[in-house]
């Protein structure tokens, strides 16, 4: 696995900022912190429902239960907010606010981007993400993906991440990493599927380059842009093989 402190400072802090920061905030703090982003969830919420299909609309309502249940699982477990407790957090505790809130602030990023206007051959160049701890780097050019996976998963901060350049041909893109390792028994294989507004990744034997449960695979939106500076990046680490540093 590489460069996993890089991942852990990096992913801990940007895809979950709840499990990563230490301020304690009151009950009053947290509730109104909840509050803001909850609020800002309903909006993104109201916005989808105007702007999807009904049957793509009662699709995501399927998806966004099983959202809210994933965000519970992780804002109540002392292991992720820091909390000194040892069974599940009560629901006006201020580390299960907090940490939702944070929560939250992704889900409602995902939903944003999930009903972004885009040009009809737009590049999946940009920031694409999951809102369960999963982050892509891309930068699409002459057929090919460059991107850096990185990904963040469950209560205990498991982490992930691997560069590479994918095939990419109408919608769908192949990686493989054979030859790269030769110490590396087992070939890992990345499809990225594009339909509609998510970008599908499915993944085979990904096990070496992440912990216990940090899998890739997931539906995932484009969130926001890359600068120069950050395709460049990106296109290193895909041709290296590495992944890039702060």
């Known amino acids: 696995m590489r460069s996993v402190t890089f991942i852990l400072v990096a992913l801990v802090v940007s895809i979950l900022p709840a499990a990563a920061q230490e301020k304690k905030l009151t009950r009053q703090q947290a509730k109104a912190e909840f509050e803001k982003a909850d609020k800002a969830l309903n909006e993104a919420w109201a916005a989808a429902k105007k702007a999807l299909s009904e049957p793509e609309f009662n699709q995501l309502k399927e998806e966004q239960r099983a959202w809210v249940e994933y965000r519970d699982y992780l804002a109540r477990s002392p292991m992720y907010t820091g909390a000194e407790a040892h069974d599940?957090?009560?629901?006006?505790?201020?580390?299960?606010?907090?940490?939702?809130?944070g929560l939250e602030e992704m889900r409602t990023e995902w939903l944003k981007g999930l009903i972004r206007e885009s040009k009809p051959d737009e590049p999946l160049t940009g920031r694409w993400t999951d809102s369960y701890g999963g982050l892509i780097e891309v930068v699409e050019t002459e057929g090919r993906l460059h991107f850096v996976?990185?990904?963040?998963?469950?209560?205990?901060?498991?982490?992930?991440?691997?560069s590479g350049?994918?095939?990419?041909?109408?919608?769908?893109?192949w990686f493989s990493d054979k030859g790269r390792d030769k110490e590396k028994a087992d070939e890992t294989n990345l499809c990225f599927v594009l339909r509609d507004r998510k970008l599908e990744v499915v993944g085979a034997n990904t096990g070496y380059y992440h912990?216990?449960?940090?899998?890739?695979?997931?539906e995932y939106v484009k969130t926001g842009t890359l600068s120069a500076k950050g395709q460049g990046k990106v296109s290193q680490a895909a041709k290296t093989g590495d992944l890039p540093e702060e």
């Open 88 to 101: 599940e957090l009560a629901l006006d505790a201020p580390e299960y606010l907090h940490a939702a809130a």
């Open 149 to 162: 996976i990185q990904c963040v998963r469950g209560p205990t901060s498991h982490v992930g991440g691997l």
């Open 211 to 218: 912990g216990v449960r940090a899998y890739f695979g997931g």
């Open 165 to 173: 350049i994918a095939s990419w041909n109408a919608g769908l893109g």
